[in-house]
């Protein structure tokens, strides 16, 4: 069946390092592509989404690719900041949402 | 402002209780879902409806009762054959493209 598979956290930076965290996925057809931030004790917010090969989704400094070569949609940041600390999840749509495990970031002053 | 609203925002039940907790939306939209939340495993889908009066079982349905009779409301109960229902509950709809839109979550403790 469908899936998704990202790293596993937590993912401990300090403030202004570089971000990546990891996401595959298995899934026939072609799905949409996204990225869920949750903060402590909330709901989830979208972050960004790719409908389609080769889309970059990008939001808050944040940016993913769809690449269907390689079945990935990592998360990258350029330089991170304390308020990024959250619960960050990787995404699938096809008939219904399936969400990877969720990556804790932690950033650091 | 359009969104989904749960409450309570904390639940305690006690064990052999049904508890119901409650999700309503302004957003129009057609499709509501229920996703179960546990540390380390991600969210994993109880049940969803498309359509008023209509709901289909998730992955992990077992223990678990929703109803559907109006657009705006997607409660779902929590009965007592569910064998561990301490867990973040998060409710969410869908426009009939493919955007999701998720609650705050309600966080259920059985004592």
């Known amino acids: 069946g469908d899936s998704v598979t990202q790293m596993e956290g937590p993912v401990t930076l300090s403030e202004e390092a570089f971000l990546t965290i990891n996401c595959t996925y298995t899934?026939?057809?072609?799905?949409?592509l996204f990225w869920y931030v949750q903060y402590p004790g909330e709901g989830l917010q979208l972050l960004l989404k790719a409908t389609k090969a080769d889309d970059k989704g990008s939001n808050k400094g944040f940016e993913a690719t769809y690449r269907k070569e390689t079945t990935s949609f990592h998360l990258e940041k350029g330089s991170v900041q304390v308020s990024d600390s959250a619960v960050y999840f990787c995404a699938l749509l096809t008939d219904k949402l399936i969400f990877g495990t969720g990556t804790r970031l932690q950033v650091f002053p | 402002d359009g969104g989904i609203t749960q409450s309570p925002k904390y639940l305690f039940r006690k064990e052999g209780q049904n508890v119901t907790l409650s999700c309503e939306q302004n957003?129009?939209?057609?499709?509501m879902y229920w996703y179960r939340q546990d540390p380390g495993q991600g969210l994993r889908l109880i049940y969803y409806?498309?359509?008023?009066?209509?709901?289909q079982k998730g992955d992990i349905a077992e223990g678990y009762s929703v109803s559907r009779e109006k657009k705006e409301s997607f409660p779902l109960t929590v009965t007592s054959a569910q064998k561990n229902p301490t867990a973040f509950y998060l409710c969410?709809?869908?426009?009939?493209?493919?955007?999701?839109?998720f609650g705050s979550g309600t966080r259920l403790t059985v004592v």
């Open positions: 957003l129009n939209h057609d499709a």
């Open positions: 899934a026939t057809g072609y799905p949409s």
């Open positions: 969410a709809s869908r426009d009939s493209i493919w955007g999701y839109t």
């Open positions: 409806s498309q359509i008023v009066n209509d709901f």
